[in-house]
């Protein structure tokens, strides 16, 4: 049994959550999110609370009880504040910078990357800080993700991509004789 699933999620002033067939939609003041819901999940809005139950129980219908409901609850908060995750640059001619919808990275390759930005996330770069926004908080997550795989923090000289208070733990270096 899911603990988050029992749960009850509450709906805030200025949200308004539907639901249609197996869809579920939740506007806010930032914006629509749309979700489509398993069919072995029944979703009920009443009195200002979304309540999510199970219609069968079987191991699936178990495993996704306390995800759907974990999902909703981030929609419902990415509609009325939406999902910021920052990304910081270290290393020596290490840059990135945004042009149109796609952002450019230098990372010490032979060849600068481009990735492309997702229509549902904004990025800013703010003195060397990427910070990227969206009331999807899987669209934000994946592409920080995405941008931090291209070349992770290493141990030794701490050179690479890490997330905003991101602690990277330091080797030692080789023993002089």
Do not use: C
Not at 68 to 88: A, D
Not at 106 to 118: E, R, T, Y
């Amino acid at each position: 049994m899911s603990r988050i699933g029992k749960k009850p999620v509450t709906i805030p002033e200025k949200t308004e959550v539907t639901i249609s067939g197996n869809v579920l939609t939740v506007k806010g003041p930032a914006g629509t999110l749309t979700r489509t819901i398993a069919p072995s999940l029944d979703v009920k809005v009443a009195d200002k609370q979304v309540v999510v139950t199970l219609k069968s129980e079987t191991p699936e219908a178990a495993v996704l009880w306390g995800t759907i409901t974990s999902h909703i609850s981030n929609m419902i908060e990415g509609v009325n504040t939406p999902f910021v995750k920052r990304l910081l640059v270290e290393g020596v001619g290490y840059k990135w910078e945004v042009k149109g919808d796609t952002l450019h990275l230098n990372l010490g390759f032979s060849h600068p990357v481009a990735v492309k930005i997702p229509a549902e996330v904004k990025v800013v770069i703010e003195k060397g800080v990427l910070v990227a926004t969206s009331i999807d908080k899987d669209a934000v997550g994946q592409f920080v993700a995405y941008v931090r795989n291209f070349r992770k923090p290493e141990p030794f000289k701490g050179k690479g991509i890490r997330y905003e208070g991101e602690v990277i733990r330091r080797k030692e270096g080789k023993k002089t004789a």
